[in-house]
């Protein structure tokens, strides 16, 4: 999952994950994909913010999801 947030703050969704802050290139972005986290980048997708990040929205978000991994996702994009 790519997560798109506005600045540095990522409305404590992110509970651990690599902090990066790195200029964003296709070929890292291919590398950390290969990690089972969220990639957390910025809305201007100039930068790598964290690689490997655990999300962790909050539960009473509704979502249509059914897996866990799915429902995580709804949660954060919304």
Do not use: F, W
């Not at 990522?10 to 994909?33: D, F, H, N, P, W």
């Amino acid at each position: 999952m790519i997560l798109l947030v506005n600045g540095i703050d990522t409305g404590g969704v992110i509970s651990s994950g690599l902090r990066l802050y790195v200029k964003m290139t296709r070929q890292l972005l291919v590398e950390l994909a290969k990690m089972d986290g969220a990639i957390v980048l910025d809305t201007s997708r100039e930068k790598i913010l964290y690689a490997n990040a655990h999300l962790v929205p909050d539960p009473v978000i509704p979502t249509e999801e059914t897996g866990t991994r799915h429902k995580n996702a709804e949660r954060a994009a919304k």
